[in-house]
């Protein structure tokens, strides 16, 4: 069936439907990685927004059975790609793209030349936009104008425990797995809250670690409460891509939005404290303006590409964020040890 991807500046693209038979609005961004799309397209950082993948060829190893998934469900609005594939090769495939598309009521369209719509995007900046299936009639619809964290964190708290020595507290703002994953490999006790949950009414726990997630950080004010009271406390504090964001507000500095994101598996950073640079796995559309650090407060890692703020840290060192993914899935895990650093503080 004909599909239409409609920007909000009136460009129409015309390619024909592979997903869900369904239209669907949401912000339209780009992503530059070759591989990895079950786990991005199961990231709830994609939440509310249509994925373009400049990669030609999307869907040649097909689907696993849910190994890699990154939550338990697709969480992008709409996907556009320019060759969608229907015969995939991997001994894990258990189905299409196309199939756990339509599974998921989720609509994509394939047929576009992505790469001169990605550079679009990079001269214009991300804009609202919507895939058509056929005559459908629907409205732009905008992420960033509400909470839209709320719809992906969990309602009420799951504790993975196991009688180690330490607890720690992961603020889901719409975590990845692959966090959860790498807390619990490091011995620890893991009590996910939601976004809104004040833990310091609850248990003792030893450190705070907020995720990942969609959206514009100056909406979850609860969110950013709980960060600032945390800081106060002078507890170990750790902020992965979002939660970054959320814990520089916390800090009492400002964040901006990017004119069109970094949505990759190769941004490359800079540690400005030993001078080392490493190729990082990046979602997301904000950023810290390092200029609004408060005192006590310095900017951690440097993006190489545009000069954007990658991380930030505290003088006495409890309080990290990480505007990357130090995790990967997908991308480099070569920023792991940065869960290491959070460990030794507890």
């Known amino acids: ?118 550079q679009h995007l990079r001269l214009k900046g991300t804009m609202l936009g919507k895939i058509v299936i056929g005559e459908d009639q629907i409205n732009f619809y905008d992420p960033n104008s509400e909470n839209i964290v709320a719809r992906v964190s969990v309602n009420e708290p799951k504790t993975f425990f196991k009688k180690n020595r330490k607890t720690v507290c992961l603020l889901d703002c719409g975590y990845k797995d692959a966090i959860l994953k790498n807390l619990l490999k490091r011995n620890l006790n893991v009590n996910i809250i939601p976004w809104n949950f004040d833990p310091f009414n609850d248990k003792p726990f030893a450190g705070l670690v907020i995720s990942n997630g969609p959206g514009d950080p100056k909406v979850v004010k609860e969110t950013i409460l709980t960060a600032k009271k945390a800081i106060q406390k002078h507890l170990p504090v750790l902020g992965i891509c979002f939660g970054n964001q959320i814990l520089s507000l916390g800090a009492g500095a400002d964040t901006y939005k990017l004119k069109f994101g970094h949505r990759s598996l190769n941004q490359p950073v800079r540690d400005l404290k030993t001078g080392k640079c490493f190729i990082t796995s990046q979602n997301h559309g904000f950023a810290v303006n390092p200029k609004t650090l408060p005192l006590g407060f310095k900017e951690w890692f440097l993006n190489l590409n545009d000069e954007t703020c990658e991380g930030v840290i505290s003088d006495d060192g409890l309080t990290m964020g990480v505007q990357f993914h130090p995790e990967g899935n997908p991308g480099p895990t070569d920023t792991e040890w940065i869960f290491d650093e959070f460990v030794k503080k507890l």
């Open 1 to 118: 069936m004909e599909a239409k991807l409609i920007l909000e500046e009136g460009t129409v693209l015309k390619g024909n439907s592979f997903g869900a038979e369904v239209s669907a609005a949401g912000e339209v961004v780009f992503s530059t990685a070759m591989t990895g799309y079950p786990e991005a397209f199961t990231d709830p950082s994609y939440f509310g927004q249509i994925l373009v993948m400049t990669y030609p060829l999307i869907g040649n190893y097909g689907i696993s059975k849910a190994i890699n998934f990154q939550s338990n469900k697709l969480q992008l609005t709409g996907l556009v790609v320019a060759v969608n594939c229907d015969n995939p090769s991997h001994f894990q495939c258990a189905k299409t793209l196309s199939q756990w598309l339509k599974e998921s009521n989720v609509p994509a369209i394939e047929g576009i030349d992505t790469r001169v719509l990605t």
